[in-house]
């Protein structure tokens, strides 16, 4: 594919997203309202995701958040491919409106990103966070994106039905969810 299409793929990837964003309030799932940074930061381990492009080849991914002096947050996001090779994503998230914590825009450090700025930011929502901040879920509010997350790569029988069961309520399609595969020995 040649570097024009690609731009082009881009492009009209992005404008598709942004129109599909586009939605009623009332219709966009509840989130946390708010959600403290400080214990948020750290890493998180994927337990499953809806699929999407950009991880179409992960097996194992795992988000690594450190809250910076100016509020923002570092985002350090890495996927182990089937092949077993790790990448590498680093981005900022930021709050969508000062102060509230539980709707952040994501922006990945990528040759788009830096050719289109205004364009390459994501939302991403904290629909779901437990009060020991051991996992959570997240998402997008047009429901086209969804990550259970956990402090370790593994949880229960119950806490995973109970995140299931909180994105089910909130609309999120569960039965698509893609797993984490098991580390092998």
């Keep these: ?10 492009c009209l990837t ?37 699929p999407m492009f950009f991880q179409r080849n992960c097996v194992q991914s795992e988000a690594h958040y450190g809250l910076r002096e100016d509020g923002r947050i570092d985002v350090n996001n890495r996927c182990k491919e089937d092949d077993g090779k790790w990448n590498d994503a680093h981005g900022i998230a930021e709050p969508q409106v000062a102060g509230n914590t539980d709707k952040l825009w994501v922006r990945f450090d990528n040759w788009f990103s830096r050719l289109a ?27 086209e994106y969804l990550w259970l997350l956990s402090r370790s790569p593994t949880v229960s029988q119950q806490t995973r039905d109970q995140l299931l069961q909180i994105a089910r309520k909130q609309g999120y399609a569960t039965e698509d969810l893609i797993w984490r595969q098991p580390d092998t020995p």
């Design 117 to 143: 700025p205004g364009l390459t930011k994501g939302e991403y929502w904290v629909l779901y966070v437990d009060p020991d901040y051991k996992v959570a879920l997240v998402g997008h509010p047009n429901r």
């Design 1 to 10: 594919m040649t570097m024009r299409s690609a731009l082009l793929l881009s």
């Design 14 to 50: 992005l404008a598709l997203v942004g129109c599909s964003s586009s939605r009623d309030e009332q219709q966009a799932p509840p989130s946390t309202q708010s959600v403290d940074l400080k214990r948020y930061q750290g890493t998180w381990y994927e337990l499953a995701r809806l």
